[in-house]
C-alpha cells in the first residue's frame, strides 16, 4: 500500500506524469483504470521502505491477512443477521469505502478550493470542503500536496480532520510520537499560497485532548 501510495504522490510532484497517476482522464476511464487495472512499470523507480516499517511484524501481518481479516467482523454479522446482514457488512461496505476512496481522489486532482500551488508539479491537489470530515480529513488535499510529510491535513480551525484528532489523542496518550507538522518541515521553495485570506484563517494546533487526559490518569 505504501508502495502504490508514494510511487504515486512522487510522480505527481514530477514536471510530467501520466494520466493514470494524476487521475488525469475522463471520469468514467479513470474510475475503470483505478478500480480494476494494475499499474506494470517496465523501469519501476527503486523503492526503499525503512526497515522500522517493513519490517515491523504489525504492518506485515495487516498487509498479508487484509482479506482473511474480514472474517472478525463477517462471522458475527452472519451468526446475528444472516447472508443479508453479511452482504451489506462486509461486501457493500468494501464497494463504498474502496469506490469512495477513486473518487474523492478523483475530485481532490481535478476540482475544489485551492490554498497553495505547488509550482513545476504536473498535478495540484484540491480541498474538497464537503468530503473533509468524511473522508478522515483525507480530502484536503490540496494541503496534502503542499506538506506532503505532515500528519495534520486539515491546517485551519474551519478544516475538520477526524483523522488528526484521533492522532492527537493517541499522542496525548503517548502512544503516538514524532507527529510532524508543516512547520517541522523542510521549507519549498516551489510552494505559492494561492489563497488571499491566510492572515484571516485560525490555524490549527495539536491540543490537550479531554478524554486521552481522563484515560491517562485512570491507568
Ligand atoms: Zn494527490
Redesign the pocket.
Known amino acids: 500500500m505504501m508502495k502504490q501510495h508514494d510511487l504515486r504522490?512522487w510522480a505527481?510532484r514530477q514536471k510530467k506524469c501520466h494520466d493514470f497517476l494524476l487521475h488525469g482522464s475522463k471520469i468514467i476511464k479513470d474510475g475503470w483504470w483505478q478500480l480494476n487495472c494494475d499499474l506494470n512499470l517496465r523501469y519501476p523507480p527503486e523503492f526503499t521502505i525503512e526497515d522500522e516499517v517493513s519490517k515491523n511484524r504489525f504492518y506485515l501481518f495487516i498487509e498479508k491477512y487484509w482479506l482473511l481479516q474480514q472474517l472478525v467482523i463477517a462471522i458475527p454479522l452472519y451468526l446475528l443477521g444472516g447472508i443479508p446482514w453479511l452482504v451489506w457488512g462486509i461486501s457493500v461496505r468494501v464497494v463504498i469505502s474502496v469506490g469512495g476512496h477513486w473518487l474523492i481522489g478523483y475530485f481532490?486532482?481535478n476540482h475544489g478550493q485551492r490554498t497553495w500551488t505547488v509550482e513545476g508539479a504536473a498535478v495540484q491537489?484540491h480541498n474538497i470542503r464537503i468530503a473533509g470530515f468524511l473522508s478522515m480529513g483525507e480530502a484536503w488535499?490540496n494541503n496534502?500536496?503542499a506538506y506532503p510529510g505532515s500528519a495534520m491535513l486539515g491546517l485551519y480551525k474551519d478544516e475538520p480532520d477526524p483523522g488528526w484528532w484521533v492522532l492527537n489523542a493517541l499522542h496525548n496518550l503517548g502512544v503516538v510520537k514524532n507527529v510532524k507538522l508543516p512547520k517541522d518541515l523542510p521549507h519549498r521553495s516551489e510552494l505559492v499560497a494561492e489563497a488571499t485570506d491566510l492572515e484571516r484563517r485560525v490555524e490549527r494546533v495539536p491540543e490537550e485532548c479531554e478524554i486521552a487526559n481522563f484515560i491517562g490518569r485512570n491507568t
Open positions: 504522490d505527481q481532490a486532482h491537489g488535499h496534502h500536496h
